[in-house]
């Protein structure tokens, strides 16, 4: 077992490190107060060529593989977590699951300009009755000629306020349950696809969130990605990589949180004495490192093993062990970027301290990307059902 980095990872980890040191760390708090990023973002962050960071060269992606991956979205939930929800959303949940399930055309159509940043992408599944329980959506696609015809509702969609490409999931079977979802390319022209209502979060303020309506969306039946009837198989075939991924930005926010507080207790004096010299300080930072890192090993070690499975190799802990990632992980971020504002005392609780955003911005992952009661469902499962593999 390696737990070094390679060359090449360190490389786009700094890369990745002094882009948001030197262009986003100055306006994290415009883009928190003003819930907007700068214009151009996502073509800067194409020509960095983050934005296709696992897709295949002739696409126009970098190629890398998931653990570069992590490492990119943790960097930028350092320094600030909203660009990483936007980002993970295009790069991983509508980018990475094309690269992953779409036929060559629609590879060919769509990839170029999700690499680049000419096109933003998006993934709706959620909606106003379906969260947890996904196969449970009510958006319909009804077959019309040689399209389909989707009417329903998706809710909480990251980017789609300015969305071009949604990778769709609605119900071609209404009765079925899983057996009865299908995956889509809806591009943002398509008639009768609107964004009814850009959404307020009390966190990731920048990072636009949209509720989205369908009335007789017309789309053709070569936009379905995968097979008819099988959208599940390309819902439940990326989550492995998701959690993995994810986890790779919970990491970042509890490390942008643990520097704060560690610098704010280097610098602020009661009784005389830096606040860092107290003992019940002391043992904060130490669990807040401790559990960084062992999130961090959690992280790296799913992003691995998941980015193995994929490639056609073995992992049959895989799955629970993607989840335990992303459930420690974001748990941690929550955690720290807690006891980080209980280090910066009354200032913590100031917005002009940009501790308070890494505090609000946090708890999302406890909720997006599957709650924590269902990340905590699928490890008991797996446990439960085939046991656990230690020797
Ligand atoms: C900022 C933000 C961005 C998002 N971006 C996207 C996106 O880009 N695309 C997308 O499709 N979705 C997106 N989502 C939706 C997200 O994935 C859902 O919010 C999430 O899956 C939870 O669904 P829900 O909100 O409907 O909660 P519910 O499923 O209604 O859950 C409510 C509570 O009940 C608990 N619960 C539910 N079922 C069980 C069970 N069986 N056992 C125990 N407890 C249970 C949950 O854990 C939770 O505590 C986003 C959400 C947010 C907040």
Request: hydrophobic share 40%; charged share 25%.
């Amino acid at each position: 077992m390696d737990f070094e980095l390679t060359e090449e990872q360190r490389i786009v980890q700094r890369n990745v490190h002094q882009f948001m040191v030197k262009e986003i760390e100055p306006i994290t708090e415009q883009i928190d107060r003003e819930d907007e990023f700068p214009p151009g973002i996502w073509e800067k962050l194409g020509d960095l060529g983050f934005l296709g960071v696992t897709v295949d060269e002739k696409y126009g992606g970098s190629g890398f593989d998931l653990l570069t991956a992590v490492l990119v979205i943790e960097q930028m939930g350092r320094t600030c977590p909203a660009l990483a929800v936007s980002y993970g959303a295009h790069a991983n949940l509508c980018a990475d699951n094309l690269s992953r399930n779409a036929n060559e055309e629609q590879k060919r159509k769509y990839l170029p300009g999700l690499c680049s940043g000419e096109l933003v992408g998006c993934l709706a599944l959620t909606e106003p009755n379906a969260g947890s329980d996904a196969v449970s959506i009510r958006t319909t696609a009804r077959k019309d000629g040689d399209d389909f015809l989707l009417n329903g509702g998706k809710m909480f969609i990251t980017n789609a306020p300015v969305g071009d490409v949604f990778l769709t999931y609605a119900k071609t079977e209404p009765d079925k349950k899983a057996k009865g979802v299908t995956a889509f390319v809806v591009e943002k022209n398509f008639p009768g696809v609107s964004v009814s209502r850009k959404l307020e979060k009390m966190g990731n303020r920048g990072s636009p969130t949209g509720e989205m309506v369908f009335e007789d969306c017309r789309v053709p039946a070569g936009n379905i990605v995968g097979k008819l009837n099988e959208g599940i198989k390309v819902m439940m075939g990326g989550l492995d990589v998701e959690r993995a991924y994810y986890g790779g930005e919970c990491l970042g926010i509890a490390e942008g949180a643990f520097e704060l507080g560690l610098k704010y207790s280097k610098e602020r004096e009661q009784f005389g004495e830096v606040i860092c010299n107290f003992q019940m300080i002391k043992a904060k930072l130490a669990d807040m490192y401790t559990e960084i890192e062992a999130a961090r090993g959690l992280v790296y070690r799913a992003a691995v093993m998941a980015d193995k499975v994929q490639r056609g190799g073995k992992g049959t802990e895989v799955h629970k062990l993607a989840a335990a990632a992303i459930l420690f992980a974001a748990e941690t971020a929550t955690r720290v970027s807690n006891q980080a504002v209980q280090i910066h005392g009354g200032y913590g609780y100031m917005l002009e301290f940009p501790i308070n955003r890494f505090y609000r911005d946090a708890k999302l992952y406890e909720i997006g990307a599957g709650t924590s009661e269902v990340r905590r469902l699928v490890i008991a499962n797996e446990i439960i059902s085939k046991g656990l593999e230690y020797a």
